[in-house]
């Protein structure tokens, strides 16, 4: 198995002293929420090889010299070739961005995530993309980018997983460990191809059943994967080995590399 998308990062919240959980795992790919985080997952992945860099900055995370962050995560691109992926990046909207920036003034925020599509395009990486009432706005970008990535925690609902579809064969539908009690989420799971969709946990964030209000850990994957068998009709080894090999082609995960 493979967490396509988790913060173990310590600093990004006071009750996660490090102690994540990743055993029975492949691989964890660890998401990038600024640069200080990009910088630590990068520094982790070096000290455990199921650990995966990505970098990137989260909507929510900009801050006033944002051309710094993009010079710094280049930096981190440029030095360490084993990073997997550009992100998260993307828009939010469900709350004005941080200062100094007005409410409903979500330009820069743009730029910031269209900077990002720059440097994953220069560097040849995917893009996990974080979309939140926004999604709309995120496709308008994406459309025409070229570019291959995975619509992280998608919540678009049943009716924009084409939109998703459309933007071309490389993207995929991040599904997270709500599908184990939204019952929506199954009916919007059931119409996505197989081929698309990767499995993630957004530890140390909504955890699965039986867990749920604990914190999450990227070995409660598991979880995920045993739902997705489940809605698949399949036996759990079978869609363990669409859901890990839809997970290298996107990020350039080769098995002959760990041997
Ligand atoms: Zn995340």
Redesign the pocket.
Known sequence: MIDT?A?INPSKSPFDKGDFKIEGLEYVIL?G?NVEDSTRNVELSKTNKKLLAAVGI?PQEIISNYELSITNLEKLLKENPEIVAVG?CGLDYSNPPKSPFDKGDFQEMEELFRQQIGLAKRYNKPLIV?ARKAIEEVFDILRGSNMRGVI??FSGGKKRVQKVLDLGKDWYFGIDGNLTYEAGLVEVVKVIPHDRLLAET?SPELTPLPFRGQKNNPSYVKYVYQKIAKIWGMEFEEAEKILDENARKLFGIFTSLRM
């Open positions: 998308h913060h998401s929420a989260h998260e974080h992280h925690c957004d």
